[in-house]
């Protein structure tokens, strides 16, 4: 036989390796495909064409495993088991920029589904060896290995420290300064996984000097790369108040207002959730946000948003409004009390609802004007029925109760008190009736509406036992008024009134 | 004779005189001893009622004499009591008058100023509304750049699809159908046609390996495409023509590391004179103060002595309590005017 026929064969297995590979890759893209390749044993064949010699069979290999274990964390496990980690990972460090974008998404693809199989990619040794990829000079290896890290960080915060400790926040850091848009974008995500987990870790992470390029890129137009920015900036705020201060110290304010204005969704969450970590803090940054409008701008995002989005911006008032009065007094100037009140009425879930009322609490609890600027919107009523409903959760009736509790013991706004004579339940009219007991012995006006409105009949039809509190109180209204009135509206006056008519011995 | 007789006849009855008698005289003297005992003991009874009334008028007035004097005592007592309330409740109202001033000075002066206060609560409301204008005119300026983004990409669209469909423009024979001869004036489209360039037929230049898009690679949000800018290399791998060197050698040279010499590694003073800094800088660590240990007598013998801060006076007189009562500290004040 002559050299060429030798040669055919062996073109001819090669050409049907490549496009089984191929058809393999193809077939896995499709979710439907996966469970027949699984069943097929698709691991163990693949597994011997990882160390082909044809590099472009290597490569279409490996994306084909990765996709099989992107949609599967069974497929994910067996690709664990199979012992294909250690392969990939020696061959990480050796072949072209192609196979190491797809060993690093076959990493990604297994780290990706739980913290134990997360584990085993850091017990092969592979972080070194995706580390060494951040250093290579395409950015689509970059891109593949910093997100293979961000999803092994993800999990846990002992991953996160092996993924530290690998020495990735520096390269990551360098990434991040790339002119690409999608690298900049994943490195920031890492970030934000890498130092959400615990102080330590965002120190790490500010310590690399990653918080001054991270606020470069606030400015950048584009959504998602935005979104993972404010994210990793509010992952590293919400440790510490030192933390807080340094991203503050990057002047962020007032770029990140313009972020509340954005037309992508998540950005005005992941600014208002920045802002939120910013302000709960102390008192003083909450001031600096207040004095750069920051409030403002978070006030119109909520005015503008429906739904969890609105979340952290509501939080974000409650937690100002809460360090002292002069801040709470400055959201009830910025006009804030409004969209808080058209939270409560409009949203369907009982976690913003919850939320709102927290955040009113905080607001009214300091001073009798507070409780006035909250009492004259009529939410009262609101917070009220909130709490009496029963369909309501408990976290919801929960936190409703406490804000009208702190409210009621502030507010000597008698007009909005009294609509809530008529339905409260007997611990929240003790507080009620206790306002009232405080107010009208000084104003005599109060006194004549107090009568004219019904509310003297109502609290003669309380029943309180004797020596309690409440009935203390409603001692010292009655002792506001001449004996004949209060008779006059104490229940059961016109039956004694036609008794003693009965019994009237007529003066002939 | 005959009073003998006469005495006789009376001798008889005069045993039964004698004893009527005597039980008569036995009988009054009943009566009349009893009248005496009553006398007596009626008597009796009357000085003793007026010797206890006596005692009980005695007694009488020194209790009352005792009682008036403890209720004088009681009374001057409980006066000097009132009076000594009087006294502090105006000493009280004094106190509060001097206090209320001096905690509206000190609350004025150095805790919270009422008018800066309600300045910074109108100046966060300007600085609002300042942001919010520009946040507003932010927001418009995306808007109409996309606006425009959207307006440039549908004109791009226009002009490559009129590209494509050269072939509808009309000719001098055959009207187009952009410009049907009922119209008055030809259809834009028309226009647009004839001023765009046919679209060659010459194949699409091969889009270059570098292109590809990284945002959708692996995770097949686009029908599958294979990296594979270059084509298949073919199974025996020829070296490239021309003086190379093996590209394994040259990067073999190339991160050769570094083996400097024995003089290089070595530093530049030798080990003894390094030795010998090593020492001095552990002494000059090593000594905390100058003084050497001496014992007690003859380190104290020529020391002066010197005063304590409690001893030492200022000088001339203290003017606390004389030239003001008062401590100010102007760099704590928050107000300018005193």
Known sequence: MSQRQVLQVFEQYQRARTHFVQAVAELSARPQNIGTLRDAGVISLLRPLLLDVVPTIQQTAALALGRLAYFNDDLAEAVVKEDILPQLVCSLSEQNRFYKKAAAFVLRAVGKHSPQLA???????????????????????????????????????????????????????????????????????????ISKHSPELAQTVVDAGAIAYLAQMILNPDAKLKCQVLSALSQIAKHSVDLAELVVEAEIFPVVLTCMKDSDEYVKKNGATLIREIAKHSPELSQFIVNAGGVAAVIDCIGSCKGTVRLPGIMMLGYVAAHSENLSMAVIVSKGIPPLCTCLLEEHEDHIKAAAAWALGQIGRHTPEHARAVAETN??????????????????QLKAKRALKNILQKCTYLPALEPLLHDAPPNIMKHIVGQFSKVLPHDSKARRLFVTSGGLKKVQEIKAEPGSLLQEYINTINNCYPEEVVRYYSPGYSEMLLERVENYQPVL | MAALVRLETRLSRLREEYFLKNRSVDEDRKIVYKAAVKIQSWFRGCRVRAYLRYLNKMAISIQKWWRGYQSRRYFRKMIKTAYFIMKMNFYNEMAVRIQKRWRGYYVRKYTHNYYALKKYLEAISLNNEIVRNELQEYAEMNEKKKKKKDLEKKEKEKKYKARKMHYLLSTE???????????KFPDPMELLLRQSKPLSHRQQQPKSPFTYDLYDWPTCKRPPAFPTGEPLPPIGRQKPQGPFRDAAEVLRQRYKPLEPTLRVAASISSPLEKAREEMKREEWRKCIHDNEFLPFSSYHKNEKYELSIHASEKIGKETYGIKHFREVQPNKWIAGKV
């Open chain 2, 173 to 183: 024979q055959i009207a187009g159908i952009y410009n049907s001869p009922f119209r």
């Open chain 1, 379 to 396: 939410v009262l009523g609101t917070l009220l029925s909130m709490y009496m409903d029963i369909r309501s959760s408990e976290d919801l």
């Open chain 1, 119 to 193: 584990q085993a990619i850091v017990e092969c040794g592979a972080l070194e060896a995706l580390v060494i990829c951040l250093e290579d000079f395409d950015p689509g290896v970059k891109e593949g290995a910093a997100w293979a890290l961000g999803y092994i960080a993800r999990h846990n915060s002992e991953l996160s420290q092996a993924v530290v400790d690998a020495g990735a926040v520096p390269l990551l850091v360098l990434c991040i300064q790339e002119p690409e848009i999608a690298l900049k974008r994943i490195a920031a995500s890492t970030l934000s996984d």
